[in-house]
């Protein structure tokens, strides 16, 4: 039944979301979830990659900020 529900050639069978999680777990994939994710406009991130993602945003706004702070420096004519 999951099998026939979550088929591509079977667009008019679409499980309940119990039922995707079911599915899931009992592949040990999350292509449900993710399916759930990118219908929604995001992405499933777990694990490692969701910290390696945290660590580039801090690294990106560490980088605004130095960039944004030498400016006004520029303009008050600080450390000239």
């Not at 979301?17 to 979830?33: I, K, N, P, S």
């Not at 995001?42 to 993602?53: E, K, M, N």
């Amino acid at each position: 039944m999951l099998n026939a529900q979550t088929a591509m050639s079977r667009p008019d069978h679409v499980p309940n979301l119990l039922q995707a999680m079911a599915f899931d777990a009992a592949t040990g994939e999350w292509a449900l979830l993710a399916m759930y994710a990118e219908a929604a406009g995001g992405r499933v991130i777990f694990g490692d990659d969701l910290v390696a993602l945290e660590l580039g945003r801090a690294a990106m706004i560490k980088r605004q900020a130095i960039q944004r702070e030498t400016f006004l420096k520029k303009v008050a004519g600080i450390g000239r």
